[in-house]
């Protein structure tokens, strides 16, 4: 069966809100939600068949576009590769030149509406920002509270509480203090035991690749609605996050870092071959900063994690 190469766009407003359209019923997959596009014709470029499609099936003209993510998915009657690009400026005013029901809806309200299978991954990608911020090791609860108050105010939408060298109970509170801070500002992933989960419920969880190892037989320790993250380190880790179903990943190192000189790097062109075909969104993470994020979309990941490089204090 051959798979079918499709462009699709993740289209933003200036207020930040995604259009999505519904198949109409006889489509496949019909009365389901999607994000626009069509089919790559025979020896087209994905960018040129996306600007015809949302051309054709919108009447808008893309202005700008960059690469979000790549899915493969194998349905029963059809193979498809989902080549998504998110669309940041267009011209035109988006209508239905189809017939298709079109709705304006911010990235939380994705999640009420009904997708096809293979469309999932990208409405993690839609809803995740281009970095994630990882607090730095071996700093006083106030220095990491201070950080996080800066970082949010700066723009900073996901973060992640790491402080491995911190007594539970004290890592706890502060917990509690930083999810304060993010509520309703920035989305904050914890990591620890899982017996942890029920206390913090506002909080995404971030496993470590041993957890991975450990857990990754048994799927997901909760609901979709809340955000499951893993730390992987090659192909291997990468195949039991798509077992356990995590929403996205931190692949890492990608170069030399300061943090783990002793860690070998994966390299560019690895990260790449090991993301092809991933199907979640993923941040690099290694030795890389912001100025790293075309590399990073053009090497198919979500965007760029750091430490050192993001954060504010």
Sequence with gaps: MKRVHVAAAVIRGADGRILIARRADEQHQGGLWEFPGGKVEAGEAVEAALARELEEELGIQVRSARPLIQVQHDYADKQVLLDVWEVSAFTGEPHGAEGQPLAWVSERELLDYEFPAANQPIVAAARLPECYLITPDGLEP????????????????????????????????LALDIQGL???????????????????????WHLTAEQLHKYAENGRPFPGQRWLAASCHGAEELALATRMGVDFV???????TQTHPEAVPLGWPAVSELLRGF????????????????????????GVAGIRAFWPV
């Design 142 to 173: 106030g220095e990491l509270l201070r950080g996080v108050r800066a970082a949010v105010a700066a723009g900073i939408r996901l973060i992640q509480l790491r402080a491995p060298n911190m007594f539970d109970a004290q890592y706890r509170d």
């Design 182 to 204: 993010c509520a309703g500002k920035a989305q904050l992933m914890l990591k620890g035991p899982l017996e942890w989960l029920g206390d913090f419920p506002a909080a995404g």
């Design 250 to 256: 931190t692949l890492s190192p990608v170069q030399v």
């Design 279 to 302: 199907n979640k969104p993923a941040y690099l993470l290694g030795g890389v900063g912001p100025e790293d994020r075309q590399r990073a979309w053009q090497a198919g990941a979500q």
